[in-house]
C-alpha cells in the first residue's frame, strides 16, 4: 500500500499540490465562511488566470533545466505596444497582432541568446529584462496609457457566463498539456532536460527545440499581457514588476524541477492557484499585507526543501535496487 501511494506521488507530480489546495481550500472554509462563496472562487480563479497562463510558458522552459527571467519584461512591453499603437491607430487588430506576435519574438530572441551564445539563461534573461524593459519605457516616454473601455471584456467579460481569462487559460491549458504529453515536442523537451549532452549526442533539434520553447514562454505572456493590460485599463508603470518570481514559484510548487528533465502543466496550474489560495486566506484573515511575500517565500522555500529531500530519497532507493540488483 504504501510502495503504491509512494509510486502514485512520483508519477502525478501535481498529485501534492493539487492536495495541499484542497487541505487548505478546507481550512479556509472553515475559518470564513465568505471563502465558499461563488464570488470568491470566481475572483480567484479570474486572479489566478494572468499567472497560470504564464506558468504554462515557464513550465516548458524550466524542463529545459532553463529559466526566463525578462517574463515580466515581455509582459510590460507587450502592453506598453499594445497600449500605444491604440493610442496611435485605433486598430484592434493591428494592435493584438503585433502584441502577441512581438512577444513570441521576443520570447524567440531569448532561446536564440540561449543556445547561440551558450550563457547562463539566468543571465541572459536577466539582461533582456533591462533591455525590454528600457524600449518599452523609451516606446511610450514612461507615460500611463489608458486602452479602450470595450478593452475590459477581454479581463472582466464573461462569455456564455464564464469569466474569459478563464475560457482563456483553459484554452492554452490544453494545448499546453496536448504539447508536452503528446507531441515530439514535449519528448525533446524533457529529454534536453534530463541530459543537454546525451540530446545532442542523439542529433534532437536541441537549438529549434530551445528557441521555440522560449517562444512559446513568450506567445503566452503576451497573451496574459492583454488580459491584465484590460484588467487594470491601461498601461501603468508598475505593471508586470517582479510577476515572473511569482510564475517561477507557481511551475516550482507544482513539482517541475529547476534541474529540468521534469514537470507537468497541471502541477504549475495547481501551483498558481495555490498562490491565489494563500493571499485569498490572508485577505480574509485581514493579515497585513507586509507579511504576503514573507508567506509566500517560507511556502515556496519549504517546497524546495521537500523536493530536494525526495529527489536525494529516491536517488538513494534507485541506487539500493542497483546494488540489489548487482548482488542477486
Not at 498601461?235 to 507557481?250: K, Y
Request: aromatic share 8%.
Amino acid at each position: 500500500m504504501n510502495n503504491t501511494i509512494r509510486t502514485l506521488f512520483t508519477r502525478q507530480k501535481w498529485l501534492p499540490i493539487a492536495i495541499a489546495n484542497i487541505l487548505f481550500a478546507a481550512l479556509l472554509a472553515l475559518v470564513s465562511p465568505v471563502f465558499l462563496s461563488l464570488s470568491n472562487f470566481q475572483s480567484m480563479l479570474v486572479q489566478s488566470g494572468v499567472t497560470a497562463i504564464m506558468a504554462i510558458g515557464m513550465t516548458f522552459i524550466i524542463i529545459t533545466a532553463g529559466i526566463d527571467i525578462s517574463m515580466g519584461a515581455i509582459l510590460f512591453f507587450t502592453s506598453a505596444l499594445f497600449a500605444q499603437l491604440m493610442l496611435e491607430t485605433q486598430s484592434y487588430l493591428l494592435a493584438f497582432s503585433a502584441a502577441i506576435a512581438c512577444a513570441t519574438l521576443l520570447g524567440g530572441i531569448n532561446g536564440l541568446l540561449v543556445i547561440r551564445f551558450r550563457i547562463s539563461p539566468l543571465i541572459t534573461t536577466l539582461a533582456t529584462y533591462s533591455i525590454y524593459r528600457g524600449m518599452a519605457i523609451h516606446m511610450t516616454g514612461a507615460q500611463n496609457i489608458p486602452v479602450p473601455r470595450e478593452m475590459g471584456f477581454l479581463g472582466n467579460g464573461r462569455l456564455y457566463g464564464v469569466p474569459v481569462p478563464i475560457i482563456l487559460l483553459f484554452i492554452i491549458f490544453v494545448a499546453g498539456v496536448y504539447l508536452l504529453n503528446h507531441t515530439r515536442l514535449g519528448v525533446y523537451t524533457r529529454a534536453m532536460g534530463s541530459s543537454a549532452r546525451s540530446a545532442r549526442e542523439s542529433n534532437l533539434p536541441s537549438s529549434s527545440v530551445t528557441i521555440l520553447v522560449y517562444a512559446i514562454g513568450g506567445f503566452v505572456t503576451g497573451v496574459a499581457a492583454l488580459i491584465l493590460l484590460a484588467r487594470v485599463g491601461g498601461l501603468q508603470s508598475g505593471i508586470g514588476i517582479g510577476i515572473e518570481f511569482t510564475v517561477i514559484a507557481a511551475v516550482i510548487l507544482g513539482g517541475t524541477k529547476l534541474t529540468g528533465g521534469s514537470g507537468t502543466v497541471v502541477g504549475s496550474v495547481f501551483g498558481a492557484f495555490f498562490l491565489v489560495l494563500i493571499d485569498n486566506g490572508l485577505n480574509l484573515l485581514n493579515a497585513s499585507p507586509y507579511i504576503y511575500d514573507i508567506v509566500r517565500g517560507t511556502v515556496l522555500l519549504a517546497a524546495v526543501v521537500v523536493d530536494r529531500v525526495s529527489a536525494r530519497r529516491q536517488s538513494q532507493l534507485l541506487q539500493s535496487m542497483h546494488a540489489a540488483r548487482l548482488e542477486g
